[in-house]
């Protein structure tokens, strides 16, 4: 699996961003795909999930109401729209690809077969 994340840049507090993971080589044993960010100094931590297939999504409680996930799988491709951003919301942006589809393990960073790049986000005050 190859993952291409992209779409970061500079905002201030209350604009929006799109962050867009291009994936391919995705074969049946990839069910989901995920965002996690790291900001400096802090680890990696989950923000969003869609199950590639049914399409049901999951959330950290930081970014549920702000933030919203969905997949094309026409363009085998997973966004991320991010509304209401704040400077907290600065970080590097990684998807990555899960061979699950349950919250408890996609919110986890160590059930991802592959990660993308990154995509950096900074959001000033």
């Known amino acids: 699996v190859q993952l291409q994340a992209f779409g970061g840049g500079l905002a201030q507090a209350g604009d929006s961003l799109r962050l867009s993971c291009s994936a391919s080589?995705?074969?049946?044993?990839?069910?989901?795909i995920g965002w996690f960010r790291q900001a400096p100094g802090k680890v990696r931590k989950f923000v969003a999930a869609?199950?590639?297939?049914?399409?049901?999504?999951y959330y950290s409680d930081s970014v549920k109401a702000r933030f919203t996930i969905s997949r094309d799988i026409a363009k085998n491709t997973v966004y991320l729209q991010m509304n209401s951003l704040k400077p907290e919301d600065t970080a590097v942006y990684y998807c990555?690809?899960?061979?699950?589809?349950?919250?408890?393990?996609?919110?986890?960073?160590?059930?991802?077969?592959?990660w993308g790049q990154g995509t950096l986000v900074t959001v000033s005050s």
């Open positions: 869609v199950s590639y297939r049914s399409g049901s999504t």
């Open positions: 990555g690809a899960s061979g699950y589809y349950d919250y408890s393990r996609l919110s986890a960073g160590n059930y991802y077969y592959d």
């Open positions: 080589g995705l074969g049946v044993k990839i069910h989901s």
